[in-house]
DNA sequence: TTGTATGCGTTATCAA
DNA sequence: TTGATAACGCATACAA
């Protein structure tokens, strides 16, 4: 008789159907192929489907030692690209009979501001935003991946004990452990190329104020690409990702003597709204004065006005992949390592310029 | 000994500290006040930190029937409003021992868009985007803080079993869960007196194409608030929550015959954005020719030009209200239900109606 | 104050 | 083909 108050378990199911508790689990599993006959196999799923019977994770986790979820770390909730990562590494691990649990790192993005103080009932509460999840994690998780805006909160606490992926990372940096990469540097071989076909040769280059490889590259390969074209010069200036940030730096250098850059390269989408703004308050045009260009193709690079040339990631697929490569990892496998393709796209914010 | 290739268990600490493991699970669980010598207790400790124990959350989880892990259902991830929804629900969370799990609703936002054909490894995926976090729920959560946005995915599947907060959901149809709001009725009062103020009275309310409580909301108040002034009209129209959708209805909406309206009234931030395109394609500026009015206050109403006057929402403390509900209601208390003030931010976007 | 024993619900090993 | 039985690691009621 089972009891009431609580949930059917595999045991309720196999006195319904009339056989053992372990024949239940084994139909259940699907792995009854030549131990158990089809009548009875059958009897089971429609005892446990009348029961609306779900198993118990906790004791399956217990029993298995794996919970077949992996942990998404990522550097902030709040940009809509790191949504299409969710959404692709879910896509991959659903169909593997895994979930995906978010982690947006508190101190991931940026130097880490201090945490504005909330209060609860009148009281601050304390410092630490948000959990750390790693406390017991190694109990709950089969494996990570990281994006490296993330790497500092990840491997200084606890994440290397556990098979991890790193997104866009350095990969002779990360310890041995699998990468995958966008091939951003090819999307800044492309902007470069862009601007440089329509007679560009005075960059300012907009860099994120953040130590990450991901934006080293995109600075090397500004440089390396426009080095090859003679009489080129590219000047940078850094900024904190977020609109006011890029705004301030902009109007800064553009303060500065010399000849005014005809080109403005943004580190991401977001960098250029707020350049845009700068470019604004002192009366330059876009693209008739100066072209621009971002990174990410978020929403926003269509909400400016001109719409913004920038370099699409497929986040979704960067996702997929990242999920697929720990999928690997845990299997023994060798993950792929091929780049992921990026795709420049040509908007209203790049133009030939002026004629001087 | 402890073998030595697992994590070890509280066995392996009670070994190392001489004593029981019950001692260790009572030392550790904070339960030891008068049933184990302050002598032991210290042994306890210090031989979980050299072996560098944590307990087994799966254990944990079967033996207490609880997993203190709560479930918050967004519609989706793309905005950074439901980022801040998250932290605030994880603070408080974490301040009671307990951890949140996303779960960005697939079909919660908008008329559910074909799932792209991915393929993985040359096959195309299924359908189905995001896991079911819902089929085995019960038994990996104790309750649930879910958007209204997401309402239908929710209960249409298995949330109503489950301890339940509803956000910015009608509290007279939430068959008795909990329900935690934002005032938005307040906030359109001060956008329309705010806009009446400054003496408009042909009002264009673009309305956002989402069957939900929060948006009807949007709608009565200021129907109205309006009608509370002889001679003022407002005229509605539908868009989905995007760029394009928002730009196409609002050109749709200003080619109608009859007077044009002299305040756009949009219900969030990112319609705002659609609109200022429109206007502009029109030769229309904002605020000269049109004032503009958000709701959200997200990056994007300072990213435009000019900044958007709008509605700030407290997302943060949203979601701390959410979770303290949760609390109150995992402990048998009444959640408290006051509604959370909203601001109104006057920035560039309106102004008095041109003379005519 | 300490130690022993039991069960949470599952899966997997073994005999029948 | 099937059915007992053990074990995963922890928390707790109970005995010492």
């Not at 089972?2 to 199911?13: A, E």
């Not at 239940?24 to 019977?53: C, H, I, M, N, Q």
């Not at 193709?297 to 960067?318: G, H, I, S």
Request: some cysteine; overall charge neutral; glycine content about 8%.
């Amino acid at each position: 008789m089972p009891r009431s108050s609580t949930r059917p378990t595999s045991r309720d199911v196999a006195q319904a159907a009339g056989v053992s508790q372990a024949a239940v689990s084994l139909v259940l599993g699907d792995k009854w192929r030549g131990r158990v006959s089809e009548a009875t196999a059958e009897r089971v799923r429609e005892a446990a489907r009348d029961l609306g019977y779900r198993p118990n994770l906790a004791a399956r986790n217990l029993r298995l030692g794996r919970t077949r979820t992996v942990l998404l770390v990522v550097p902030a909730l709040t940009t809509e690209f790191f949504a299409g990562v969710y959404t692709g590494a879910a896509r991959v691990a659903s169909a593997h009979g895994f979930g995906v649990v978010l982690y947006p790192s508190p101190e991931g993005i940026g130097p880490s501001r201090p945490s504005p103080t909330t209060t609860l009932k009148g009281r601050p509460l304390r410092a630490a935003p948000i959990p750390d999840p790693f406390a017991s994690a190694q109990a709950a998780l089969d494996g990570v991946i990281a994006s490296s805006m993330a790497a500092d909160a990840l491997s200084a606490i606890r994440g290397d004990q556990l098979p991890l992926v790193m997104l866009d990372s350095d990969p002779s940096g990360s310890l041995g452990a699998a990468t995958v990469n966008l091939d951003i540097a090819d999307g800044v071989r492309q902007v470069a190329d862009h601007l440089l076909g329509l007679g560009h040769r005075r960059f300012l280059h907009l860099a994120a104020d953040i130590a990450s490889w991901t934006f080293e590259v995109r600075a090397r390969e500004l440089a390396a690409r426009t080095a090859s074209v003679p009489g080129t010069s590219v000047r940078t200036v850094r900024a904190p990702i977020s609109i006011e940030g890029a705004r301030t730096a902009t109007e800064a250098a553009l303060a500065a003597p010399g000849p005014r850059p005809t080109a403005l390269v943004c580190d991401d989408d977001k960098l250029a709204a707020g350049a845009y703004k700068a470019l604004r308050r002192r009366g330059l045009r876009v693209p008739d004065d100066i072209s621009v260009t971002g990174l990410d193709d978020l929403a926003l690079a269509t909400a400016l006005d001109p719409e913004l040339t920038t370099v699409r990631l497929d986040a979704e697929l960067f996702g997929e992949r990242g999920m697929q490569a720990l999928l690997a990892v845990l299997d023994g496998r060798e993950p792929e390592s091929r780049d992921i393709p990026v795709e420049l796209v040509v908007r209203g914010s790049t133009a030939p310029p002026r004629a001087s």
